[in-house]
């Protein structure tokens, strides 16, 4: 039905004008350092509904159009660290986002920011993560860079998952804030860095695809894209430590670490993010006190020694998954350039979103065909695909998973 011909979903004189006198308020309580909703740029500009727009600003509507995808479906099936327990307590990707969103808006509320524009930076960052974490994103840049020379990165690939595969018109600044929010690399001042048209950051995502480690350098344009790539951080290297103590791969002993955070996760995040807000409020930059700095970069690189590369992160998927994600890849491609209509990647992938009105994705690179769809795929995906490609290579839930009952 369409709501302008309705009365009633439609606002009278009175009703609009409050609204809109709520949207002034909230405007002229925002940082003159936040991003207004007006100063949205977006690539196929669209003439909305004004009254529409009183309930949907442009970055609350970027919102809607992450949330309302298959790709943010999919993050609840891909495991952060640990992808080979059968255990529902260990953080899945889809947590991390809302993990995410929820540090960062609260941090962005204290420095009166652009919330609803933290909110959709957030929840779409990690869209484009693979299956089996970052040791899946490792592999499947190998096996690209193998055969185009470029470079495969979770944050260009989110962009391009909404706005090349999915086709979401989102502003430049929220795909600038997901395209920059690399949290593998952290900072004690984050200045934002211009990006002020969608052809800068076509380049920006060009040098991340050519030049290796680019991605961890590169500064959000926005404040609110600061804050996300802060609070990335935060939420992941504690969220990672609890998780690897409920698998006992720390003690109790190495989880209660001395910082001047503090221990538990929850003091690690309150205290830093309570440091950022002292050292940032009224400032067109966030930044930190050393001291704070430094404990977060020794927590990272504990995580790294103690976590990261530990045998329950990384043996299942060194033994079983590096040699069945390469054989998918090449039995995938192929299919593609046979025009295989009945195989998967055009069953499950190239038609559905050819079907949205798009045929020509069908033409884009071979390649980045086979990368959108391996980095789609949940764990589980991948693995049953495997399987009922090679039967006779099948690989058992007994082999890769720890069972809930031992």
Request: net charge negative.
């Amino acid at each position: 039905m369409n709501r302008r011909d309705n009365p009633l979903f439609r606002f009278n004189e009175e009703e609009c004008a409050y609204l809109e006198e709520g949207l002034a308020l909230a405007d002229g309580a925002l940082s003159p350092y936040a991003t207004r909703d007006d100063q949205a740029i977006y690539e196929h500009p669209s003439a909305s509904d004004s009254q529409d727009a009183l309930i949907r600003p442009n970055f609350t509507r970027d919102v809607d159009r992450i949330l309302n995808n298959a790709f943010y479906n999919r993050c609840m099936d891909k495991t952060q660290v640990f992808p080979f327990y059968r255990n529902d307590d260990l953080t899945r990707r889809s947590f991390h986002l809302q993990l995410v969103s929820q540090n960062a808006r609260k941090l962005g509320r204290a420095l009166r920011l652009n919330t609803a524009l933290i909110e959709a930076i957030s929840l779409g960052h990690d869209l484009g993560h693979t299956p089996f974490g970052h040791s899946g994103e490792y592999l499947l840049s190998d096996l690209y860079h193998a055969r185009t020379g470029r470079f495969f990165n979770h944050n260009v690939h989110s962009v391009r998952l909404l706005r090349t595969v999915a086709r979401r018109n989102l502003s430049l600044q929220t795909l600038n804030g997901i395209l920059c929010h690399c949290g593998e690399k952290a900072f004690e001042c984050y200045r934002p860095a211009a990006c002020d048209s969608f052809a800068q950051l076509d380049g920006l995502m060009e040098e991340c695809s050519t030049v290796a480690g680019k991605s961890q350098l590169l500064r959000p344009s926005t404040l609110e894209g600061c804050v996300v790539r802060i609070c990335d951080i935060l939420a992941y290297l504690g969220k990672d430590r609890q998780d690897a103590l409920r698998l006992k791969v720390i003690t109790e002993e190495e989880y209660e670490i001395e910082s001047i955070l503090g221990g538990a996760n929850s003091d690690f995040i309150g205290n830093a993010m309570a440091n950022i807000i002292k050292n940032s409020i009224g400032r067109d930059y966030l930044a930190m006190d050393s001291q704070v700095f430094q404990a977060i970069v020794s927590i990272k690189e504990l995580n790294s020694k103690t976590i990261y590369h530990s045998p329950q992160a990384h043996e299942t998927f060194d033994r079983y998954i590096k040699g069945m994600m390469a054989r998918l890849y090449e039995r995938l491609r192929e299919d593609v350039l046979a025009g295989d209509e009945a195989s998967f990647i055009f069953r499950h992938h190239i038609n559905a979103w050819m079907l949205k009105g798009d045929e020509s994705y069908a033409n884009q690179p071979v390649d980045d065909i086979v990368v959108d769809y391996i980095a789609s795929m949940t764990d589980e995906y991948l693995v049953d695909l495997f399987n009922f490609l090679y039967p006779e290579e099948a690989v058992g839930e007994q082999e890769l998973y720890v069972p809930y009952f031992r």
